[in-house]
């Protein structure tokens, strides 16, 4: 299971550098939302996940650490907020170029 986690992890996190080395605005949107994927995912595993433990100390020998959990869905939500920033950003820039590339020689323009 471990290896499965860190394949995924590190799938993710290949992905992700990936499309943020594209000359375009939207794949580097992508990227950027793979690799927050992927750290997630390395958070939430971080945890040490235990089946069937709830996170409330007392109700069981072994509670599971809620503090994982938390930073996860705290992430979720800067993510999003921070794609959302990033989308307005890049549809304006799209708007005012005519383009969506992101390099910046004037050559080309």
């Given at each position: 299971?471990?290896?499965?986690?860190?394949?995924?992890?590190?799938?993710?996190?290949?992905?992700?550098?990936?499309?943020?080395?594209?000359?375009?605005?939207?794949?580097?949107?992508?990227?950027?939302?793979?690799?927050?994927?992927?750290?997630?995912?390395?958070?939430?595993?971080?945890?040490?996940?235990?089946?069937?433990?709830?996170?409330?100390?007392?109700?069981?020998?072994?509670?599971?650490?809620p503090?994982p959990?938390?930073?996860?869905?705290?992430?979720?939500?800067?993510?999003?907020?921070?794609?959302?920033?990033?989308?307005?950003?890049?549809?304006?820039?799209?708007?005012?170029?005519?383009?969506d590339?992101?390099?910046?020689?004037?050559?080309?323009?």
């Open positions: 299971m471990e290896a499965l986690l860190a394949s995924a992890i590190g799938l993710l996190t290949a992905v992700g550098i990936y499309l943020m080395l594209r000359l375009r605005t939207f794949p580097v949107i992508l990227g950027l939302t793979f690799l927050s994927y992927a750290v997630n995912v390395f958070i939430f595993v971080s945890g040490r996940l235990a089946v069937n433990a709830a996170p409330i100390v007392g109700t069981i020998d072994t509670p599971a650490d503090l959990q938390a930073l996860v869905l705290t992430a979720i939500v800067i993510s999003f907020g921070m794609t959302a920033v990033i989308m307005i950003m890049a549809i304006g820039g799209h708007l005012q170029a005519g383009h590339r992101i390099d910046l020689d004037e050559d080309q323009a």
